[in-house]
């Protein structure tokens, strides 16, 4: 009868135990050596993202849309949060830090700002740009305030959204939607970066748009 395993999870956090107990017991000279730096844990296991299939994502689309007929400024804003993070695929983070400046309505690309501080173009289509138009027009000036400045999206008091509220949007959709799992705005990156893909993107274009450019 094959022996129970514990979960590598189980197995990390004893080893970790461990560590920091001969790590003290070689301090306080209790042992010579450490043993302990010879204890090797087990890799964490990196689950990926649920990945929506395009039907799926039509329908978070669609009811994004369906909350922002009212005019709601709110609805109006996670609409333009869902459809933006699905339809460029940029981080959660790049989203938050927009100001109206990054974007350019006029050719349909906004600059987004990456990691390491690098900018890139992103292109958005026209589905984006409604939902773009609907919130500057009678979403973000219900919200504006004194402490509101540049920033593109804007939270209940006026400030620049930060990135646990637009989380808090895309769960919110993604729950409200029938037959779709709720989601991250990772999850949403991720089915944006699969769909491209699978509509015949060159994979360089896309790691591009995502941020994920090589050396």
Avoid at 74 to 93: C, K, N, P, W
Wanted: proline residues 6%.
């Amino acid at each position: 009868m094959d022996p129970i395993r514990a979960p590598s999870s189980t197995i990390a956090r004893r080893v970790a135990s461990a560590r920091a107990f001969t790590a003290w017991a070689h301090r306080r000279g209790v042992l010579d050596g450490d043993p302990g730096q010879r204890l090797e844990a087990p890799r964490p296991h990196r689950r990926l993202p649920r990945v929506l299939d395009e039907a799926q994502a039509s329908e978070v689309i669609r009811s994004a849309e369906l909350g922002a007929e009212e005019s709601d400024p709110a609805a109006l804003r996670d609409q333009v949060i869902v459809e933006l993070l699905y339809s460029t695929g940029i981080r959660v983070s790049e989203l938050c830090g927009l100001d109206l400046r990054s974007i350019d309505s006029e050719r349909r690309v906004m600059r987004v700002l990456g990691k390491g501080n690098k900018e890139r173009t992103v292109p958005f289509g026209i589905p984006a740009q409604r939902a773009i138009d609907g919130w500057l027009e009678r979403g973000r000036p219900a919200l504006v305030s004194a402490s509101s400045g540049e920033a593109f999206l804007l939270g209940a008091r006026g400030g620049r959204l930060n990135v646990r509220a637009a989380r808090k949007a895309v769960n919110d959709v993604t729950s409200a939607t029938d037959g779709v799992p709720v989601l991250s705005p990772h999850a949403l990156r991720h089915s944006a970066a699969t769909h491209l893909l699978a509509g015949g993107a060159d994979l360089r274009h896309v790691q591009e748009i995502l941020g994920h450019t090589t050396p």
